[in-house]
T-cell receptor, first 119, second 115 residues
């Protein structure tokens, strides 16, 4: 079974600075998706960025980028030029690409990192 | 609608009561997922529908939990004889299809509190 671990329950960053959130995962599969989701107090889960395991190039989306280390099973999120609106809970998630055997392709989440942005 | 909607947003139940939580997925989305998010935790998978067929219910914690999607659109998660450990946010997500990459779009969730 796959597992996702986020070892930083809380992080804090100054506005305009850069912060990195850590995530490790465990799987025996060779191809899969990894995601970072943002959950503000409104509870709406918003996709921040995704990475396909077979792609060696790290994904980027504006101020958000990842450091994907497949061999180490590590998937960290870097937020550059942090803004007050970035304050939220961030979840790392795994999804299998396997579609045979009735696989559901459900998301498997870590326990989250609460990010505070200081003005 | 523009996104996934869920109702009610908040539900308070006395222990032993039955509750029903509703999810309206994005129109045309084939796949529908239910997740349970306990306080301070990440969401955990409960069950999955492809159209009206419930293909995976491996995450349902007990036989008190029941989900349906009779016409392949709106889904209802029912919890019978609620217990305090059922207190959580229940999230619904939908995606366009099963195969390939299809983003799961989440609703705002229903916060259930069992007294």
């Amino acid at each position: 079974a796959q597992t996702v671990t986020q070892s930083q329950p809380e992080m804090s960053v100054q506005e305009a600075e850069t912060v990195t959130l850590s995530c490790t995962y465990d799987t025996s599969e060779s191809d899969y998706y990894l995601f970072w989701y943002k959950q503000p107090p409104s509870r709406q889960m918003i996709l921040v960025i995704r990475q396909e395991a077979y792609k060696q190039q790290n994904a980027t989306e504006n101020r958000f980028s990842v450091n994907f280390q497949k061999a180490a099973k590590s998937f960290s999120l870097k937020i550059s030029d942090s803004q007050l609106g970035d304050a939220a809970m961030y979840f790392c998630a795994y999804r299998s690409k396997r579609s045979y055997g009735g696989a559901t392709n459900k998301l498997i989440f870590g326990t989250g990192t609460l990010l505070a942005v200081q003005p | 609608g523009a996104g996934v909607s869920q109702s009610p947003r908040y539900k308070v139940a006395k222990r032993g009561q039955d509750v029903a939580l509703r999810c309206d997925p994005i129109s045309g989305h084939v796949s529908l997922f239910w997740y349970q998010q306990a306080l301070g935790q990440g969401p955990e998978f409960l069950t999955y529908f492809q159209n009206e067929a419930q293909l995976d219910k491996s995450g349902l914690p007990s036989d008190r939990f029941f989900a349906e999607r009779p016409e392949g659109s709106v889904s209802t998660l029912k919890i019978q004889r609620t217990q305090q450990e059922d207190s959580a946010v229940y999230l619904c997500a939908s995606s366009l299809a099963l195969t390939g990459y299809n983003e799961q779009f989440f609703g705002p969730g229903t916060r259930l509190t069992v007294l």
